[in-house]
């Protein structure tokens, strides 16, 4: 009698939880024919040459993530790019400190944070994923494995942003540019041809910051978010407030309440304005830029004020940089 009883009070609760995952599945994203794929988006100008990079594996069937690293290489290895990897702006002690993060469609996520020396810290991040039973490495350590792991010491510090470091000494005045000065994160997400999505988000951080100043850009959840089941987000702008709202966090769930790729975004952007109006936070010093694409293949970005754009390239938008729009 006692295990009938254990057996109905047991199917009871199975038939309980089937109808809230059916609810729930009323507001996930389906896949369907009409699903764009593959697709991939970055944020910034760079993008184009980054995505055009991660369209040669994905056209060819390849994995979302090996799509995202080899996109964000692009910039991190350009010495003109000087806000990624090498030849990216230093900190105010002059030493060039990288933060990155990767994550996969499995939810497997890999992060280096205030990493010198090293071009690449995008594939170190990928090997905190994929060889260490962690997920972030900071510092010292990250650099330690960086090496441990074959990867190569070298100045990262290039004469052009040398120059303007000594001339940023000169008035040590913390105050980004918007737009211009601290605001080219890589972030990148993709959606193979198996429907998996995975993203990658790199970066010097902002310029001129105080050493072991960490962004937004390694961490899971704020600079980048993937989840399979909806969507991947990924991050650029004033880090310090997209780690304070969990920000490409808070865009995957927006799309999981069924919002389109722009309109979570711009919902996140809105976050993040009411919680800079809580703190007399003055919002013409800030930019926020989110990009992020859904399970369909849909992509959207928003940002906070005019300036910010980023790179398309699926199979109908051949590699196109869009204008995000702002709500300044
Ligand atoms: C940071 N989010 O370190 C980065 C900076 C950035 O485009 O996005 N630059 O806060």
């Not at 769930?253 to 711009?266: D, I, L």
């Not at 800030?286 to 694409?293: E, K, P, R, S, V």
């Not at 970005?301 to 938008?317: D, M, R, T």
């Amino acid at each position: 009698m006692a295990s009938r009883r254990k057996f109905l009070k047991l199917s009871t609760l199975t038939t309980a939880l089937f109808a809230v995952n059916k609810n729930k599945a009323v507001n996930l994203i389906q896949t369907d024919s009409k699903t764009i794929k593959p697709i991939v988006i970055s944020t910034w100008r760079f993008g184009i040459e980054a995505n055009a990079e991660a369209w040669n594996i994905l056209k060819k069937g390849g994995r979302a993530l090996d799509a995202v690293e080899a996109g964000v290489k692009i910039p991190e290895g350009d010495a003109n790019e000087r806000s990624v990897g090498l030849g990216g702006r230093p900190d105010r002690d002059g030493r060039v400190t990288l933060d990155a993060c990767i994550m996969d469609e499995n939810m497997n996520i890999g992060s280096v944070a205030c990493l010198e020396h090293i071009v690449h810290p995008i594939s170190v991040a990928r090997a905190v994923m994929e060889k260490t039973p962690h997920v972030m490495l900071t510092g010292e350590g990250a650099l330690q494995f960086a090496l441990a792991q074959g990867f190569k010491k070298e100045n990262l510090l290039t004469p052009e942003s040398d120059k303007e470091w000594k001339e940023w000494l000169k008035e040590s005045k913390y105050k980004p540019v918007v737009n211009i000065e601290n605001h080219d994160t890589i972030g990148m997400v993709a959606l193979d041809k198996n429907g998996n999505l995975s993203g990658a988000c790199t970066t010097s951080g902002m310029a001129f910051k105080m050493h072991g100043r960490v962004g937004d850009s390694p961490i899971i959840g704020a600079g980048l978010y993937v989840d399979n089941e909806v969507g991947a987000a990924t991050a650029t702008g004033h880090g310090e407030e997209v780690i304070r709202i969990a920000g490409c966090h808070t865009v995957i769930e927006f799309m999981r309440q069924g919002f389109s790729p722009e309109e979570a975004c711009k919902k996140a952007v809105e976050r993040i304005i009411s919680s800079a109006k809580k703190r007399n936070k003055a919002l013409s010093e800030l930019q926020i830029g989110f990009i992020a694409i859904n399970k369909n293949g849909e992509h959207g970005a928003y940002c906070l004020q005019k300036g910010f754009n980023y790179a398309v390239y699926s199979p109908e938008i051949k590699n196109e940089l869009h204008n995000a729009k702002s709500l300044y």
